[in-house]
């Protein structure tokens, strides 16, 4: 790891939060080739990383990566046109040769950030001709800008698989000719499911970031929240996406009461519920009622109804944990998985007592997707510790701290592990 | 762009198809075929022999080997193709898909490489 300078920084940050854009930007001046777009972007990065660094950061430093960018890709364009009269055509903004204009580069920023654009390189990343796991990793690699390794922990593989997995994807777009455009809207429903996954994804990226000091990755959520509400508008009777849209509102209107002044994790029933957004739980719980309009509800709308009985309670006593422990009952029949007969177990020792949820849990054990991950440990210290068994909560809470990649559910299991071995202090 | 669309479907369920049923599956590719040439997508299109005429070539450490039947032993063989034009992959799918052995076979989608384009 090189050391943190303001220059690297200031790239970061603005390369996390203009992602999509500056990839709408650059995917559509080559025509959906997302290799010269993004080798153009990373080019752009290094330069960025140099020239920031000896004079400054720019003032406007989205404007100046879109400028390098474009010039890089010109540039390159110009180069191979000189060899091979079949080098692809840029679009035309790219084709002048002089450099653009502050004001032809607000126009490029403005196009990109129109719905459109980015649906259509959502669309691309999202094509059913790529395996979904390609699709979610292409979809956080090029529109949410995470890093290979920071997916490759979100999708549970090693981070080799998961580059190996990014570029063939890449190479599937340009090679076999998937279409850089949204899809007409009669093919559009059998291209949700796919979208709606990678969304969600993004969104959780969002919100619970898997690796580093930052919990709460705001932007990514505003940007799955604002996607989902785009994907809604197109398919509004689609229950699913209306489902997922309530769901990411309900989630997100919690979001700032998740990390404290410190950046710690506050556990659901420790969050001030004062400061939960009105605005967003109100819109949330709309959405949920418009998607339960619509026929038998599939496990986003099912997970909507969770976060919905977790937006009701005005104080985390007055939760309805039965009523969630049945949801989750519910969901693990519409979509079974681990996680969710995880969470349900939880609910279950919310509802019951600790013993209930333990016995939940312990067939997880078997769970090969689970394995690498710090969730069956740290939900099992939690439990063991609420019927004082010490020394097993302990070395639950022990086995979490080696998997767990983000600092802030670090400290809680530290903290717990703390109260496991001196229970009197 | 073309896109070379190879049919795949279960050798012993094509023979099995005799009388009138074959003869309106074979109507069905007629009417295909007419379509996708009045839409100027069509290139090239012709069905093969079975696999049981088929030999696969290899040819490892400067050695020739040729082998009696087809490349890989699947539930499936490759019966025929079309070789079309599309404007990109969704218009070569949606092509794929009207293909009568769609509904109880397998196409798969090829792009043909373009050497002129490749660097």
């Not at chain 1, 720019?58 to 191979?80: A, C, F, Q, T």
């Not at chain 2, 012993?12 to 074979?26: I, L, N, P, S």
């Not at chain 2, 400067?62 to 082998?67: F, K, R, S, Y």
Request: charged share 25%; aromatic share 4%; net charge negative.
């Amino acid at each position: 790891m090189p050391p943190p300078s303001p220059a690297a920084d200031a790239l970061t940050r603005t390369l996390r939060e203009h992602h999509a854009t500056l990839m709408a930007a650059l995917g559509r001046a080559t025509r959906g080739d997302l290799i010269l777009a993004e080798d153009a972007l990373q080019q752009t990065a290094l330069a960025a990383l140099e020239q920031w660094g000896d004079q400054g950061v720019p003032d406007r430093p989205v404007h100046w990566l879109l400028r390098v960018g474009r010039n890089k890709l010109h540039d390159r364009h110009r180069r191979s046109a000189t060899h091979d009269r079949h080098a692809p055509a840029l679009t035309d903004q790219l084709d002048q040769p002089q450099a653009p204009s502050e004001q032809a580069l607000a126009q490029m920023l403005d196009d990109a950030t129109i719905p459109d654009e980015r649906l259509r390189l959502l669309c691309a990343c999202c094509h059913p001709a790529l395996a979904l796991e390609a699709r979610v990793a292409l979809t956080l690699r090029v529109v949410g800008g995470l890093t290979t390794d920071e997916i490759a922990r979100l999708c549970l593989v090693e981070p080799p698989t998961m580059a190996q997995r990014i570029v063939r994807a890449k190479r599937k777009i340009r090679d076999a000719g998937v279409p850089y455009a949204v899809p007409p809207i009669a093919e559009l429903p059998a291209r949700v499911a796919g979208v709606m996954h990678v969304l969600y994804l993004i969104f959780t990226e969002g919100y619970a970031a898997s690796g580093g000091d930052r919990q709460v990755r705001g932007e990514l959520c505003t940007e799955a929240v604002r996607l989902g509400a785009i994907l809604a508008d197109l398919l509004p009777t689609d229950g699913e996406v209306l489902g997922l849209l309530s769901l990411m509102l309900l989630q997100d209107a919690r979001r700032h009461t998740r990390t404290d002044a410190d950046g710690g994790l506050v556990l659901l029933e420790d969050q001030d519920r004062q400061r939960w957004s009105r605005r967003k739980i109100v819109a949330g719980m709309d959405t949920l009622g418009a998607a339960l309009k619509c026929g038998p509800p599939g496990p986003y709308t099912l997970q909507a109804a969770i976060a919905s009985v977790h937006a009701r309670a005005l104080r985390a006593s007055d939760t309805d944990w039965h009523e969630i422990a049945l949801l989750y009952d519910i969901l693990d029949k519409a979509s079974p998985s681990p996680i969710v007969r995880l969470n349900g177990a939880v609910a279950w020792a919310m509802a019951e007592g600790p013993a209930s949820g333990l016995r939940r849990l312990d067939p997880l054990d078997t769970e090969p997707s689970l394995h690498r991950s710090h969730l069956l440990p740290a939900a099992r210290s939690a439990l063991l510790l609420q019927m004082n068994r010490h020394a097993e909560a302990a070395a639950a809470c022990q086995e979490a701290l080696e998997r767990v990649g983000n600092a802030p559910e670090r400290r809680l299991l530290e903290a717990r592990l703390q109260q496991c071995l001196y229970p009197g202090s | 762009m073309q896109y070379l669309l190879l049919i795949y479907e279960n050798e012993a369920k094509r023979e099995a198809r005799v009388g009138e049923e074959q003869a309106a599956y074979m109507a069905g590719y007629h009417q295909f075929t007419k379509d996708i040439i009045a839409a100027g997508a069509f290139r090239a299109g012709d069905a093969l022999h079975p696999t049981s005429t088929a030999t696969s070539v290899r040819v490892r450490d400067g050695e020739t080997l040729v082998t009696d039947g087809p490349f890989a032993e699947t539930r499936e063989q490759l019966g025929g193709y079309y070789l079309v034009e599309a404007e990109d992959l969704d218009q070569a799918i949606d092509i794929a898909r009207r293909i009568p052995t769609a509904s109880c076979g397998t196409i798969e989608v090829r792009p043909i490489m373009d050497y002129a384009k490749a660097t």
